[in-house]
């Protein structure tokens, strides 16, 4: 896995891994209600902006004002959808997993510190408490192996899995069932790193790459990334 650091320097088309945790090692999603939070909060951000649609809510007569402040303040967020492709996370109960690829220098920054901003705010107004929730800047590896490629969204969805005999249950939120096609969460990005199975090794289904143990995989050699 990339060395745990912090990215001093972002590169247009980098593709990066982006973690954090909470302020001593405490837990940043308490329950069910945290991570769903958290998730509608990455969509969004992720999920293009229909501006046309909110401004027709707006002019609305029958929209009530209550209705009409949420719409200005989803008017109002950062969007991203044209700037990062989140290609696989994991949430866990005291830190985050990103598998990122921005398209500009600054995007991850700003999005990074959009969402985790954010959802600070939302949890100290829940648990009725002050100050950061996050322990400093968060970390970025970037990533330009392309057996780190491979193996960085494999390391992210088993962080979130319990496998046993070959037996998958997913235990913390995560990307793996979009990977499988037995969910769609549209800002998800699956194809790249899935293209590579179906164009480099059809005979080897993710499935199978996540479920092997860390040496089977290791010989699993890919073509460099894409530009």
Not at 57 to 70: C, R
Not at 88 to 106: D, G, V
Request: aromatic residues 14%; hydrophobic residues 35%; positive net charge.
């Amino acid at each position: 896995m990339p060395a745990r650091n912090t990215v001093k320097e972002y590169l247009p088309n980098g593709y990066y891994h982006i973690y954090n945790r909470g302020v001593e090692k405490r837990k940043i999603f308490l329950d069910t209600q945290d991570q769903n939070v958290f998730l509608s909060y990455l969509k969004d951000y992720l999920m293009p902006k229909d501006l046309e649609d909110l401004q027709n809510q707006l002019a609305d007569p029958t929209i009530s004002w209550s209705d009409k402040a949420k719409i200005k303040k989803i008017l109002r967020l950062n969007n991203f959808a044209n700037e990062i492709n989140l290609l696989s996370f994991a949430l866990m109960p005291n830190h985050f997993h990103f598998f990122i690829r921005q398209k500009s220098a600054t995007a991850i920054n700003m999005f990074i510190q959009s969402l985790c901003t954010r959802y600070t705010m939302y949890f100290n107004k829940k648990y009725k408490r002050v100050g950061r929730l996050f322990q400093g800047v968060y970390k970025a590896a970037s990533i330009t192996n392309e057996i780190h490629y491979l193996h960085l969204s494999r390391y992210i969805h088993k962080q979130a899995l319990q496998i046993h005999e070959g037996n998958i249950r997913e235990i913390h939120p995560t990307s793996y069932f979009d990977y499988l096609g037995k969910r769609h969460t549209p800002w998800v990005q699956t194809d790249e790193i899935l293209g590579y199975f179906s164009e480099v090794h059809p005979q080897l289904s993710y499935e199978s790459f996540v479920i092997e143990p860390d040496d089977a995989t290791e010989y699993i050699s890919f073509p460099s990334l894409k530009d």
